[in-house]
T-cell receptor, first 116, second 113 residues
Framework: AQKITQTQPGMFVQEKEAVTLDCTYD???????LFWYKQPSSGEMIFLIYQGSYDEQNATEGRYSLNFQKARKSANLVISASQLGDSAMYFCAMREGMGNTGKLIFGQGTTLQVKP | DVKVTQSSRYLVKRTGEKVFLECVQD?????MFWYRQDPGLGLRLIYFSYDVKMKEKGDIPEGYSVSREKKERFSLILESASTNQTSMYLCASSLGRGREKLFFGSGTQLSVL
């Protein structure tokens, strides 16, 4: 069963507007972590933001924020004031497993294109 | 900065060949991972290792093996390459000890003909 689901294969957004990329997850663990990574056309994977399951506040990192709704098991990424350089593929991921041997499970990815 | 280095950016091999993909990290990370990335499927975990000589299967280990003889090096081995193993392979490492942020290499695009 898919544990991380990104339902939007592709998204468009106008430059300077905000955009939300959806991510839902499935886990029976009480303690888990959620991540977002960006992959530009160069192929490198860039860490954007992290949310722990016990964190009460939504995580924010500059223009990135994570809209964490635990009861709905969703962890949507919000990018404010989009820039052309935000055009990339975005992956949501969840840490599975406890302690030192946690591994990350990734979603299918969402391709974001920012229009000038 | 953490550096994760994959030995080749592009690789072309023939069906049936034995293929080695090498990955080295320079930050004394405990955990190392091999993923493959395919369009529409995202990243899927092949194998990971949380200590030298330790390995665990990920979600798609069939057709692959791994080796971790030294802490900094994690090798992915395709014993007999097949065309369905044509993919982008990404190596990653993490500090471990509950700190799971992954640092990725730049990837190896493998084509099996």
């Amino acid at each position: 069963a898919q544990k991380i689901t990104q339902t939007q294969p592709g998204m468009f957004v106008q430059e300077k507007e905000a955009v939300t990329l959806d991510c839902t997850y499935d886990t029976s663990d009480q303690s888990y972590g959620l991540f977002w990574y960006k992959q530009p056309s160069s192929g490198e994977m860039i860490f954007l933001i992290y949310q722990g399951s016990y964190d009460e506040q939504n995580a924010t990192e500059g223009r990135y924020s994570l809209n964490f709704q635990k009861a709905r098991k969703s962890a949507n990424l919000v990018i404010s004031a989009s820039q052309l350089g935000d055009s990339a593929m975005y992956f949501c991921a969840m840490r599975e497993g406890m302690g030192n041997t946690g591994k990350l499970i990734f979603g299918q990815g969402t391709t974001l294109q920012v229009k000038p | 900065d953490v550096k994760v280095t994959q030995s080749s950016r592009y690789l072309v091999k023939r069906t049936g060949e034995k293929v080695f993909l090498e990955c080295v990290q320079d930050m004394d990370h405990e955990n190392m991972f091999w993923y493959r990335q395919d369009p529409g499927l995202g990243l899927r975990l092949i194998y990971f290792s949380y200590d030298v000589k330790m390995k665990e299967k990920g979600d798609i280990p069939e057709g692959y093996s791994v080796s971790r003889e030294k802490k900094e090096r994690f090798s992915l081995i395709l014993e007999s390459a097949s065309t369905n193993q044509t993919s982008m392979y990404l190596c990653a490492s993490s500090l471990g000890r509950g700190r799971e942020k992954l640092f990725f290499g730049s990837g190896t695009q493998l084509s099996v003909l």
